[in-house]
């Protein structure tokens, strides 16, 4: 198992030292500052976390910063390449997209750029679904959208068949958009590669609305879905002031980790109850605290991540096609758990529960993710270039970087509940810091 | 019962008659054109509908038209008022309050406007609720908020309690904005009064987000809820063109009219299945046509009014405060019963569902529903002064009219599927006439 | 000149006449409700205009209703259509291009037609455009854009030459999206044809972000540019009230006709003064109703139409290639006046001035005009396919209508000082009647 | 001079070490994690610029990190606080009143908050202003809005009159939300009251749109102002598009700065020129440009700084009341050597400029500026209650941080055009590196 202490021994693994000795053709880009090999983007900001590296004469640990190389592996002129968007919609991954074909056309001169069609289906024989070709005419407008311009789908397909098909189509880097299924799906295909020792690199970037991978500090969409909660929120409040003992309960996307709901909370500001995965309540303890805001405030807001509070229902374990649990609903739990407490006591609440669902991952990307996908289609198909592989582009610190795959599957991101995060989400809604 | 040949002689109703003689105090109002007691708004627009009466040599049915007159009935400078709101959220109900708080205070100088909280209730003894007092200090901004800053309640109060209240109070002139429930109130309301022989006006403003008052061409809010829908179904056309034979489904409001449902597709002709209440359909023929529609174009997007289809839902009949029948969840409905066909033929489907609830209701009203809310604010409070009673403040033609509340409630309005409306929207949306 | 009553009279009109007795064609259209003759639409709809024509046993004046006929005149398989969009920017352009091509194709089986590049231009040989080839795949999403695909450009062109090249091209039927200046280009374009004596119609859709096309109701993209409006009268009540005394300035689009300055102060109600072409005022008064608004409240919003207060501006004359008048910028100057006198008499302002210019037209159409401009490509396709020519598709009283270009065009519809509409604006800022 | 090299020494500086020892009274927070004196956020990410550090052996350079204390300095029962705004309005300044005010009131007990009003002037006695008495019931809905409740000015008053106020009241802590101008008025205030040896705090709250504070990598506001360009730049494009050689010119906010223009370059990548303050042009070249924009694309889109090209205008020099310098228009001077260039060269352009000015910094704080301003507003209090004075919260590598204001105000933070920023920027627009 790979973990934090691995990233800074980053320069050991292969997917870096081997390539970089053969990157010989100068870049063609030009006018620009080419990020060189001592850029590195450290993995602290605290100075109290990197004080026993000072102490130690270790150097502490750190990110390959992305951007653009002097030297670079492949010809671009010779260089086909492949992009395939897998897993659930999120805002920005035809920002993501149209970065990528811009780069390769403009800034390295690539002509061929194959959109595979309904993710790891596009790379497999059985479905026989035509590629995309796509250009800059093609993609001039797409970021405009939501959605993906490829299609997408869920789960694994074979390995040896994807490979044979970058194979057959001569194709030297093959770009996967998605979560942590498909990082390891494109961790398979590069270990798959690297065992037939053929020349193709594998370039992840990290989709995931929920923002949790791990080694990934802020991933595309994530505030626009955030920003787009705003709706929901608004109208949970609204419909809680509009009538006596009013309750305006919304769930949000966050299957493991609740950041969704954590900055929605601190985004709007009326939320009282903030419900995440990684905090543990109890309906004791949380129908109390409703209670007693009701009787001081007379209305309340609550927010629920989807993934919240599952070990209260009891439910048998189910599995989606991309292997993940299919979740309780629990915004539709708490509705019942709140208006059963109430009637037993005898109290009145009028309860509106609003689910936005996939309102808030279908739109376009505001305007800070656009900008945020530009750069990380530039800077995937700049590691691309470099020959770098089983690798994805993250962001770290306000630094784009490189993260070996392996690395940012290991474990899953989750909102510490000891962190400033989650202690300005309590201080924000007031809620107790304990509802268990 | 009512009909609409009553509004052919409105002026036999007391409301108006009666108080018209009695009004002798100038308006206040000064550098506007006063409507005269000629200005009536014609019922129909279409020649042809006209011509019986023109050959018959018959007035043909017009409504009073609304606005400020040149005489009035209450003295301003001893006139206190009272305003309640309703039933569910519905955008601009704030721009209503505002707009008659600021015509009673600018424009005929009435210094005492209770706002009576929680609807009805806030009329009755025993619920203990303190009145707001309105000024346009309080009410200034209001107008750029969602919901009533009121708050509503549902179903009925007792009616002589909520005249001792009026009495007691001292208020002259009670403006009751909410739908069909409402207006059945303030009728009672206004039935009370007259069994008393007390002075009290009692003006409604008609409140339906699903737009189904008779009588009353477009309601405060519609156009907004229309408008909200947008995001939904581009949501839902944005995730059904992601996947394979994507299916996005959407929910609107509309209990009995299908009014937003209609008006949506017609605004995002990305809808190819407009299902509403007043056009039945049976899920054979649906299922049919959906497999015909993803088999030529492989992703289809479905619009669904809340009270369609709810014949085929075998469901106990139950009622809400209000009296409404409570519907069966139509979308969840289709949801299951579109997988399930596809199971059984053993084709493919990607099914996204979006409910927007609440969503679409408790936004701001848009700035056409704003200008909309404003006049007609003002415009109950010009049939108020003047002494009008049991009417409310509608809209025909382009024109602001008065009618007889009793002629609203006769009925609901809902889509004729024979209309230019409805056939429009069989011509956008390209599904079959007949989908039984 | 043609007038009012001419509408009376419309069957006489050859546009008519002479092509219904030639439509023998079945409709392809099936399952829809179609228009018959007997359809009209009234012009007036207060009862006290139409009783005159009662009295004297005439019929009162009327449109003819638009929508489908059950007999068309041109043969569908062998038509071909071109589309035109000229002058400046409105929001719902592509909507109704888009409307135009989907019924073209899917109603009628039309399979070809011309998108004519950059206006009139597109129809003259000398500029070389090549027209784009539309059909449903074309213009699918374009009605999500603002501005137009087909480009536009100012100025008439050579009529005989375009008719030359609609000759060339085989076109049957021409479709002229643009303002008044468009509308008799399409007249001439009409009159050669007549001359010529060959079959083609040329059907017009009014264009005018201003509304100002008279006997036409509502013109698509009207209420878009009146909503747009509310970013920038908020940001200048915003502005107004962050400053001691501060004056929030707008200018909205409206060269001759001030209706977007009127609705939107109806629609933002925190404009204090609307100033409008058709509504002259003096400098003097302006700025001591100014000076009295700030000393009571402190802060003041303005609304001002691009075209009031031109003859306060000593200025030479100049044309546009439409020909229209170069208008001073009457924001520009209004904040130098108003910085002037308050500098004169010792007061002080802030004042924050305001042009959101072509903010308001570039973006798409908000949903109301998406329904409205899709049905208007409808109408006008259906009343072309009958064979009427040299009219355009107009709106009234919430019913699409046929107008007769030179009707059309006799003169400009502008805000009336003595309708409701004017006196709505005077209730709703409270500014005096009379600023002169 | 202060420099970088001071926010190593921090910890010497007056405003931490006297009153870090005087902090004894335990906070009433309970259940959050206390920032403790070893939390520190690191100036560098850069793993290169560190490692000379390490080499030395010193510590690299830091920052204090911001959040709650276990002790604090005032005792809250009997604190009075005042808060004041000044300068040009920005997104989320009503977010940072009430995070300040709810903090004060929830998080420590603070019940006295006085709003001064309108700027510094609210603290002196010529002016008259009374302040606004805030509690949580006060600013429970003010972040929905625009501008600052509190009004604004700009220019500095008499710090001594200032000062006296403050005594007068009261006052223990005074928060100033305010750009340049500001932040050095509140050095002169903490300067005035270390003279007079009294127990006043002043902590700044970094206020500028222009994100040009040095030593604070994001300001609020920023990000909403970025967001709100899209609207302008998305008509630019529209316009652009809509004629033969359109080019669309949009002026945006940027004195000596060009942050917003950069990002706004980025979130819409329909920009081809992107024009800074700090990276100088010629007009030959950049025309030069766009004229072989214009003849390979048929349009283009530009974006420009208001400070940049200050230079080739050549206008005497003018200040205003904060001593900024009086800027000529860069976007009409632009505009009109576009015009004469082309006519010059006899080819055709089609301008159209917009300059949405106000708009986009009046608007409210989007969700993202909403929850940075409410985590500001409580570090803030959490700052100021410890008793550290003439110090400001800022924010840098994620983190909220402490920054002395004299290190702030000694230079002004620009885009540094070796830096990826700038790199980005020019890859994405394609415009030439060098346009001099």
Same mark, same amino acid.
């Given at each position: 198992? $790979?973990?934090?202490?691995?990233?800074?021994?980053?320069?050991?693994?292969?997917?870096?030292?081997?390539?970089?000795?053969?990157?010989?053709?100068?870049?063609?880009?030009?006018?620009?500052?080419?990020?060189?090999?001592?850029?590195?983007?450290?993995?602290?900001?605290?100075?109290?976390?990197?004080?026993?590296?000072? =102490?130690?004469?270790?150097?502490?640990?750190? %990110?390959?910063?992305?951007?653009?190389?002097?030297?670079?592996? %492949? =010809?671009?002129?010779?260089?086909?390449?492949?992009?395939?968007?897998?897993?659930?919609?999120?805002?920005?991954?035809?920002?993501?997209?149209?970065?990528?074909?811009?780069?390769?056309?403009?800034?390295?001169?690539?002509?061929?750029?194959?959109?595979?069609?309904?993710?790891?289906?596009?790379?497999?024989?059985?479905?026989?679904?035509?590629?995309?070709?796509?250009?800059?005419?093609?993609?001039?407008?797409?970021?405009?959208?939501?959605?993906?311009?490829?299609?997408?789908?869920?789960?694994?397909?074979?390995?040896?068949?994807?490979?044979?098909?970058?194979?057959?189509?001569?194709?030297?880097?093959?770009?996967?958009?998605?979560?942590?299924?498909?990082?390891?799906?494109?961790?398979?295909?590069?270990?798959?590669?690297?065992?037939?020792?053929?020349? $193709?690199?594998?370039?992840?970037?990290?989709?995931? $609305?929920?923002?949790? $991978?791990?080694?990934?500090?802020?991933?595309?969409?994530?505030?626009?879905?955030?920003?787009?909660?705003?709706?929901?929120?608004?109208?949970?409040?609204?419909?809680?002031?509009?009538?006596?003992?009013?309750?305006?309960?919304?769930?949000?996307?966050?299957?493991?980790?609740?950041?969704?709901?954590?900055?929605?909370?601190?985004?709007?500001?009326?939320?009282?109850?903030?419900?995440?995965?990684?905090?543990?309540?109890?309906?004791?303890?949380?129908?109390?605290?409703?209670?007693?805001?009701?009787?001081?405030?007379?209305?309340?807001?609550?927010?629920?991540?989807?993934?919240?509070?599952? =070990?209260?229902?009891?439910?048998?374990?189910?599995?989606?096609?991309?292997?993940?649990?299919?979740?309780?609903?629990?915004?539709?739990?708490?509705?019942?758990?709140?208006?059963?407490?109430?009637?037993?006591?005898?109290?009145?609440?009028?309860?509106?529960?609003?689910?936005?669902?996939?309102?808030?991952?279908?739109?376009?990307?505001?305007?800070?993710?656009?900008?945020?996908?530009?750069?990380?289609?530039?800077?995937?198909?700049?590691?691309?270039?470099?020959?770098?592989?089983?690798?994805?582009?993250?962001?770290?610190?306000?630094?784009?970087?490189?993260?070996?795959?392996?690395?940012?599957?290991?474990?899953?991101?989750?909102?510490?509940?000891?962190?400033?995060?989650?202690?300005?989400?309590?201080?924000?809604?007031?809620?107790?810091?304990?509802?268990?």
């Amino acid at each position: 198992m $790979i973990g934090l202490e691995d990233i800074m021994t980053l320069d050991d693994l292969d997917f870096s030292i081997e390539t970089l000795s053969k990157c010989r053709i100068p870049s063609p880009m030009t006018g620009v500052p080419f990020v060189s090999q001592k850029d590195h983007v450290l993995y602290h900001s605290n100075f109290r976390d990197i004080q026993p590296f000072l =102490d130690a004469r270790r150097e502490p640990p750190h %990110f390959e910063m992305a951007g653009p190389r002097e030297k670079i592996y %492949f =010809d671009p002129s010779k260089l086909k390449c492949g992009i395939v968007t897998c897993g659930g919609l999120c805002p920005g991954q035809n920002d993501v997209i149209r970065g990528i074909v811009m780069s390769l056309f403009y800034h390295y001169g690539v002509k061929t750029v194959f959109g595979y069609r309904f993710g790891y289906e596009g790379l497999s024989y059985k479905y026989g679904h035509t590629p995309l070709e796509l250009d800059p005419d093609v993609v001039d407008d797409i970021h405009k959208w939501g959605g993906t311009i490829l299609g997408s789908s869920r789960g694994p397909q074979d390995v040896s068949e994807m490979v044979d098909t970058l194979e057959r189509m001569n194709v030297g880097l093959l770009f996967t958009i998605g979560g942590d299924g498909t990082l390891k799906g494109a961790q398979a295909i590069a270990g798959e590669i690297a065992r037939r020792g053929v020349n $193709i690199g594998v370039v992840g970037i990290p989709k995931t $609305i929920d923002n949790d $991978i791990s080694f990934v500090g802020k991933s595309f969409g994530f505030e626009t879905a955030v920003s787009e909660s705003r709706t929901a929120i608004y109208g949970a409040h609204t419909e809680a002031l509009g009538a006596r003992n009013g309750v305006g309960l919304v769930k949000l996307m966050g299957r493991c980790s609740g950041f969704i709901a954590a900055y929605a909370s601190l985004a709007n500001n009326d939320v009282n109850f903030c419900l995440v995965p990684e905090v543990p309540f109890s309906l004791e303890a949380f129908l109390e605290a409703l209670q007693k805001r009701l009787d001081a405030r007379g209305h309340a807001v609550i927010v629920v991540g989807e993934g919240a509070g599952q =070990d209260l229902m009891k439910r048998p374990l189910e599995k989606d096609a991309s292997g993940n649990i299919k979740l309780g609903d629990v915004g539709i739990f708490l509705k019942g758990q709140i208006k059963s407490y109430f009637d037993k006591i005898g109290g009145e609440v009028n309860l509106k529960y609003i689910d936005p669902s996939y309102i808030i991952r279908s739109v376009p990307a505001n305007p800070s993710d656009s900008a945020f996908c530009l750069v990380l289609g530039h800077d995937a198909v700049h590691a691309g270039m470099t020959g770098r592989t089983n690798m994805l582009v993250g962001h770290w610190n306000y630094q784009f970087t490189h993260v070996p795959i392996p690395l940012a599957v290991s474990k899953r991101k989750q909102i510490d509940p000891h962190s400033r995060l989650w202690s300005n989400v309590l201080s924000s809604t007031g809620q107790p810091k304990d509802l268990q």
